[in-house]
């Protein structure tokens, strides 16, 4: 049963950082591209950034340079660190598993957890 697991969420002012962490379970890990994507109200889904089968990394244009994601394939854990928030970074925050890349779109197989909420003051 895949499990993803996401922590690290919370409030912070604009300019500031959170790190999300992800732990992952009964995925084929190293089989899987991993990453994040966004909801906020009104604004739809958006895949912030993903760590594709072979090691491509990607990223939205909008957190681009602010973002950075990461794994510990010892702890099958996937990690966000997020620079620089801006008020419209606020967003529940999945961690997703997907057969290939969803910076478009999530596919048919892809899994995702609970969510973390980040919320960023002005």
């Known amino acids: 049963q895949v499990q993803l697991v996401e922590s690290g969420g919370g409030l912070v002012q604009a300019g500031g950082s959170l790190r999300l962490s992800c732990v992952a379970s009964?995925?084929?890990?190293?089989?899987?591209?991993l990453g994040w994507f966004r909801e906020a109200p009104g604004k739809g889904r958006e895949t912030v950034a993903e760590i594709d089968t072979d090691g491509t990394i990607r990223y939205a244009d909008s957190v681009k340079g602010r973002f950075t994601i990461s794994k510990d394939n010892a702890k099958n854990t996937l990690y966000l660190q997020m620079n620089s928030l801006k008020p419209e970074d606020t967003a529940m925050y999945y961690c997703?598993?997907?057969?290939?890349?969803?910076?478009?779109?999530?596919?048919?197989?892809?899994?995702w957890g609970q969510g973390t909420q980040v919320t960023v003051s002005s």
């Open positions: 997703a598993a997907d057969r290939s890349s969803f910076l478009y779109g999530l596919g048919s197989l892809a899994r």
């Open positions: 009964g995925l084929g890990y190293r089989s899987s591209c």
